[in-house]
């Protein structure tokens, strides 16, 4: 989320059909503003994304994150990190 941008609820519904490893990027289908969105990867992202879509099918998610929030809190607390939130990660 931090690399791309996108929202949490974005983030949590990636499937891994909708990224193109080859053209390094990654399709956002029917997004808040309902139309779909090209998000250019970066060499991290793209390694990160990569490292999740192996071997799983095209309509697999792609995170196995489903609460971007509870997934946040559990890294805030292992970082002792505090007020660190997914929408502030899209800033």
């Known amino acids: 989320q931090l690399l791309t941008g996108c929202r949490p609820g974005e983030v949590a519904a990636i ?20 139309r779909d969105h090209v998000v250019v990867l970066s060499t991290q992202a793209l390694e990160i994304a990569a490292k999740h879509a192996k071997k799983k099918r095209a309509e697999s998610l792609l995170f196995g994150v489903t609460d971007t929030g509870k997934t946040m809190a559990t890294i805030n607390a292992a970082a002792e ?11």
Do not use: C, I, Y
């Open 81 to 91: 990190v505090t007020g660190a939130t997914p929408h502030k990660l899209r800033h």
């Open 15 to 34: 499937k891994v059909g909708a990224v193109d490893l080859a053209a390094g990027r990654l399709v956002l289908t029917d997004t808040k503003n309902r």
